[in-house]
């Protein structure tokens, strides 16, 4: 079953800057509205960033509104998060699935820590 794989965490000092990549062996990317998630420890998983299918529409979170931005590019089958100006809040592990999330699409996802 084709799954999504995400790239591109790490450990940055506040106010730094992380680009992270979601891609896909199969379809998923293409056929669907796509967004990014995130859990910190001891929180639920919310929906940070959603891309529309054809990548005309983009929608935050209040909370990383204008730091963020979700893109696509249909023909690297890859969906990125630009995340901009990191605040400690942001520490958190990130996954990318379809909006709606469909539970057979989670990846294992990546750790993102704002730290210094």
């Known amino acids: 079953q084709a799954q999504l794989v995400e790239s591109g965490g790490g450990l940055v000092q506040p106010g730094g800057s992380l680009r992270l990549s979601c891609t896909s062996s199969?379809?998923?990317?293409?056929?669907?509205?796509m967004g990014w998630f995130r859990q910190a420890p001891g929180k639920q998983r919310i929906l940070v960033a959603a891309?529309?299918?054809?990548?005309?529409?983009?929608n935050y979170a209040d909370s990383v509104k204008g730091r963020f931005s979700i893109s696509r590019d249909s023909a690297e089958n890859t969906v990125y998060l630009q995340m901009n100006n990191l605040k400690p809040e942001d520490t958190a592990v990130y996954y990318c699935?379809?909006?709606?999330?469909?539970?057979?699409?989670w990846g294992q996802g990546t750790q993102v820590t704002a730290s210094s």
């Open positions: 891309i529309t299918k054809g990548g005309g529409t983009t």
């Open positions: 199969g379809s998923i990317i293409s056929d669907n509205a």
């Open positions: 699935n379809a909006v709606p999330w469909s539970r057979g699409y």
